[in-house]
């Protein structure tokens, strides 16, 4: 009897390891088309552009020695002079030339097109998301959840054969097919839109880290009351910085702020777990968009909001975007 | 060692308490510290968090700095941030950032004499903290001041209270009613002027050696000379 059990016991096991490595095996290595990630890279890239565009037009406010926050500054902020030192380094400290700040800024804004047109995207990605990253640790203190999200999106896609569709390395590849057929590195530099790992893995690492974002943004609102007492929504529509459409008509309405705090509470620290299954993922991202939308329209954040919401796509199977069933 | 600095440092910024971090999660967080302080994912994520609270503004004065006294001086003012000033939107908003992170890292003058004989580590940590208010608040002038030239700028960190639904309700009140705006703590900055009582410096070779807090008392005492 205690044989039969210990054997029962130890195929359970047996299979509930093999099994698990399995899925492990799935989730992480299994080939996945790129299209998701083109239009995650057109919408990242746009929006980086914009920042960059936004930006150019104050650059002298934010960035050299007359700054908001001085090069100095900015240095300190980071060195250990006000505590412990952190490794958010920046050359943008060190340049006070207007000149070279100028034509450093026209450099990244060319950059950052080219990567949200697809342009040898192998290289203009990585190329984007290490000047974000520079303007990043510059501009301490002027940052807000855009620049988080806009970044980590950069960073993935760079990992991943995002450009192989829906751009110019597209077009190239079409037009010089033979070449890069035959030549090993065009045929990298200009990959074809087929299922690869890599765009699995990119695909999954933005997919958790998304998941973290929200797990800990739940978490950090389960800390307060107003979360609890359902009149955390009414205090943000009230908030008149913030404020883009004047919601304070609500207040006259407490059950349904109260709903729409509570929602935004238990959405937001179950996302982590509700966006995985298929029943339960489409309810999640319509919160989402309407969570985000909602933040976009009515609080004066309308490229953070829209930029979740782009962030949210990653949930999206790329089979519902292949032209005709035989893409498959 | 990614999915470690992704999922660490919120959680590190979770466990963060009155007398430090977590052990167990400070010594997670060590080996992806710097990389994930490189790579800008050493967040917390709170957003309007733990509770949706008060904005803050700066409000700058610039005033002719021929004229000896401010009260016959003319002036402009200006509220950073402002949507007449700041467009589009992305603009004013990094200004809102600007003015919260002024706020976010305000830390009264001192320390007190009594904590630099009790604890000289904290009064070291109070003086650092203090110094980095300065220094950016010190910064902040010296920008205004490049964009009026000869004028003399002062400013002042202000808190934008929320009213809650109920007393909307009662008393029904524009959001931007001056009542509802508060000065906040230290009095308002003019640059060549100089507010700071620090207290004296105790021999400095006691101090943690980590913490490079010699610099910073000389800062704190020549804090006229902005940099």
């Given amino acids: 009897m205690i044989q039969v059990l210990s054997a029962a016991v130890k195929k359970g096991t047996t299979d509930w390891l093999r099994d698990s490595v399995a899925a492990w095996d799935r989730f992480w290595f299994s080939p996945r088309y790129p299209q998701v990630l083109g239009i995650l890279r057109i919408a990242t890239g746009l929006m980086l552009l914009y920042c960059h565009c936004v930006l150019a037009s104050e650059l002298f406010r934010f960035l050299g020695d007359h700054a908001w926050i001085n090069n100095a500054t900015a240095v300190q902020l980071h060195d250990g002079s006000f505590g412990v030192a952190d490794a958010g380094w920046s050359y943008l400290w060190y340049i006070e030339s207007p000149t070279v700040l100028v034509a450093h800024h026209v450099v990244t804004i060319l950059i950052t097109a080219a990567f949200a047109a697809g342009m040898v995207t192998r290289l203009t990605a990585p190329a984007a998301w290490f000047l974000q990253l520079m303007y990043l640790h510059r501009l301490t203190g002027a940052l807000f959840g855009l620049d988080q999200i806009v970044t980590y999106l950069t960073m993935y896609l760079m990992l991943t054969p995002a450009g192989s569709c829906y751009s110019v390395d597209a077009w190239l590849r079409r037009t010089f097919a033979d070449k890069c057929s035959s030549r090993r590195k065009l045929a990298w530099l200009f990959p074809e839109a087929t299922p690869s790992v890599a765009a699995n893995v990119g695909t999954r690492l933005f997919q958790i880290h998304l998941c973290v974002i929200y797990l800990f943004g739940g978490l950090s609102k389960a800390r307060g009351e107003l979360w609890w007492d359902g009149t955390a929504t009414w205090f943000a529509v009230a908030n008149y910085e913030y404020q883009s459409l004047d919601m304070t008509w609500i207040g006259e309405y407490p059950r349904i702020f109260s709903s729409l705090t509570h929602v935004t509470l238990f959405w937001e620290i179950s996302y982590a777990a509700l966006i995985w299954p298929r029943l339960t993922r489409p309810i999640v991202l319509l919160i989402a968009l309407a969570v985000h939308g909602g933040i976009a329209i009515c609080m004066g954040m309308v490229t953070f909001g829209t930029m979740m919401i782009i962030a949210n796509l990653v949930f999206i199977e790329p089979h519902w975007l292949l032209a005709s069933p035989s893409d498959e | ?227």
């Fill in chain 2, 1 to 227: 060692m990614h999915l470690t600095a992704v999922f660490v440092p919120p959680l590190a910024f979770q466990t963060r308490g009155p007398i430090g971090s977590s052990p167990s999660i400070e010594t997670l967080i060590a080996p992806v510290r710097r990389y994930s302080q490189f790579l800008y994912i050493d967040r917390g994520y709170a957003f309007f968090a733990p509770d949706p609270g008060p904005s803050h503004l700066i409000q700058a004065a610039m005033d002719d700095g021929e004229n000896s006294s401010v009260a016959d001086a003319p002036m402009t003012e200006r509220m950073i941030p402002d949507l007449k000033d700041q467009w589009p939107r992305l603009s004013y908003h990094r200004h809102f950032m600007l003015a919260e992170f002024l706020n976010e890292i305000y830390h009264p003058q001192g320390p007190p004499s009594s904590l630099v004989e009790q604890n000289l580590e904290e009064a070291s940590r109070w003086q650092q903290s203090r110094a980095r208010y300065v220094a950016v608040r010190n910064s902040i002038i010296k920008h205004l001041e490049h964009e009026n030239p000869g004028k003399r700028v002062r400013i002042r960190r202000l808190e934008h209270r929320l009213p809650s639904f109920v007393e909307m309700i009662n008393h029904p009140i524009e959001l931007d009613d001056p009542q509802l705006y508060r000065i906040l703590a230290d009095p308002a900055f003019a640059s060549g002027e100089n507010t700071e009582d620090v207290a004296p410096l105790p021999n400095p070779n006691l101090l943690p050696k980590e913490r490079n807090s010699i610099q910073l008392f000389e800062d704190d005492r020549s804090e006229e000379s902005l940099q």
